[in-house]
Nanobody
């Protein structure tokens, strides 16, 4: 059993920054972790992923250069540092876990958090 809990969402003005956290519990060793987001009326989309060692990362083109994913295995936590936020970044952000790094499809992930709302105003 793996549990994921996101936090850190909120309201921020365009150009601002926000840091999301996802705390995990259960049998999470060697899991790759990813961040996804979903705006109303849209499909859930890939944002970023990180391997269990933290040595490999991947980003969606829309967030490259602005977002940074990292993890602290001692704390069983994955982070998403979001800078230069844009209104189009507004969405519910979810963290997810999989045993296979590099996957970008939401259906490939085994465990999901409940999500945290990020709203970027113009």
């Amino acid at each position: 059993q793996v549990q994921l809990v996101e936090s850190g969402g909120g309201l921020v003005q365009a150009g601002g920054s926000l840091r999301l956290s996802c705390a995990s519990s259960g049998r999470t060793s060697r899991y790759a972790l990813g961040w996804f987001r979903q705006a109303p009326g849209t499909e859930r989309e890939f944002v970023a992923a990180i391997s269990w060692t933290g040595d490999n990362v991947a980003y969606a083109d829309s967030v490259k250069g602005r977002f940074t994913i990292s993890r602290d295995n001692a704390e069983n936590t994955v982070y998403l540092q979001m800078n230069s936020l844009k209104p189009e970044d507004t969405a519910v952000y979810y963290c997810a876990a999989t045993k296979h790094y590099g996957l970008e499809s939401p259906t490939s992930y085994d465990y999901w958090g409940q999500g945290t709302q990020v709203t970027v105003s113009s």
